[in-house]
């Protein structure tokens, strides 16, 4: 057998760190965010020491956690603006929002960076939680208002029907979401019906 180059055991590193990272943002919804490094462990199926390699505690797998989700959402919002270069109709709305949940159904980190905005990002350290807030409100929160060009509170009723949706599929830990059904609803938010 011979030994490991070094890009494969980059690309070990790499894949490891991937998974530790989506198991801490599943055992965040299962612990109800009272999580440490030996629960995310256990859900891995990987020993403690290797979880604690990469992250010695609790403060900097979160941080990376919500990284690596901004940097999910904020792409998914830049492909979805490039598309919709005007003002985005009712339709490319409705596309948007079920992009949005496919998303979050598939990536907990990307669903847990918009939780955890609707909860002014509590669960994080004080110093932590301005520059949450701020990236928030500057990558994808102002991007998305100016982007649909309302003035009242549309986009966070529209962001509240979606994330709380969604949070059933997490902490119900059911396997689908009825994404249209939902995008649905939250569509209904911005234009008023009924």
Same mark, same amino acid.
């Not at 030994?3 to 599943?26: C, G, H, S, V, Y």
């Not at 949450?132 to 060009?149: D, G, N």
């Not at 003035?151 to 949706?165: F, G, I, K, N, R």
């Given at each position: 057998?011979?030994?490991?180059?070094?890009?494969?055991?980059?690309?070990?590193?790499?894949?490891?760190?991937? !998974?530790?990272?989506?198991?801490?943002?599943?055992?965040?919804?299962? #612990?109800?965010? &009272?999580?440490?490094?030996?629960?995310?462990?256990? +859900?891995?199926?990987?020993?403690?020491?290797?979880?604690? @390699?990469?992250?010695?505690?609790? @403060?900097?797998?979160?941080?990376?956690?919500? &990284?690596?989700?901004?940097?999910?959402?904020? !792409? #998914?919002? /830049?492909?979805?603006?490039?598309?919709?270069?005007? #003002?985005?109709?009712?339709?490319?709305?409705?596309?948007?929002?079920?992009?949005?949940?496919?998303?979050?159904? /598939?990536?907990?980190?990307?669903?847990?960076?918009?939780?955890?905005?609707?909860? @002014?990002?509590?669960?994080?350290? +004080?110093?932590?939680?301005?520059?949450?807030?701020?990236?928030?409100?500057?990558?994808?929160?102002?991007?998305?208002?100016?982007?649909?060009?309302?003035?009242?509170?549309? %986009?966070?009723?529209?962001?509240?029907?979606? %994330?709380?949706?969604?949070?059933? @599929?997490?902490?119900?830990?059911?396997?689908?979401?009825?994404?249209?059904?939902?995008? !649905?609803?939250?569509?209904?938010?911005? #234009?008023?019906?009924?």
């Amino acid at each position: 057998m011979c030994p490991r180059t070094k890009e494969q055991n980059e690309l070990i590193r790499m894949q490891r760190r991937e !998974q530790i990272l989506d198991f801490a943002a599943r055992t965040y919804f299962r #612990t109800g965010g &009272s999580f440490d490094i030996r629960d995310v462990a256990r +859900e891995a199926g990987l020993g403690y020491g290797t979880v604690y @390699h990469y992250y010695p505690n609790r @403060h900097l797998l979160i941080e990376d956690v919500l &990284s690596s989700g901004f940097e999910r959402c904020e !792409q #998914t919002l /830049s492909q979805w603006a490039n598309i919709s270069r005007d #003002t985005p109709d009712d339709r490319q709305l409705l596309t948007y929002c079920k992009t949005l949940l496919r998303l979050w159904q /598939s990536d907990a980190r990307a669903y847990l960076v918009y939780k955890m905005a609707a909860e @002014h990002f509590t669960g994080l350290p +004080e110093k932590d939680r301005h520059p949450a807030k701020r990236r928030f409100t500057e990558r994808l929160y102002v991007p998305l208002q100016s982007i649909i060009q309302r003035e009242d509170d549309s %986009v966070d009723l529209m962001l509240a029907v979606l %994330v709380s949706c969604c949070g059933l @599929h997490y902490y119900a830990n059911t396997s689908e979401l009825d994404v249209d059904r939902i995008a !649905q609803l939250a569509m209904q938010t911005i #234009t008023k019906e009924s």
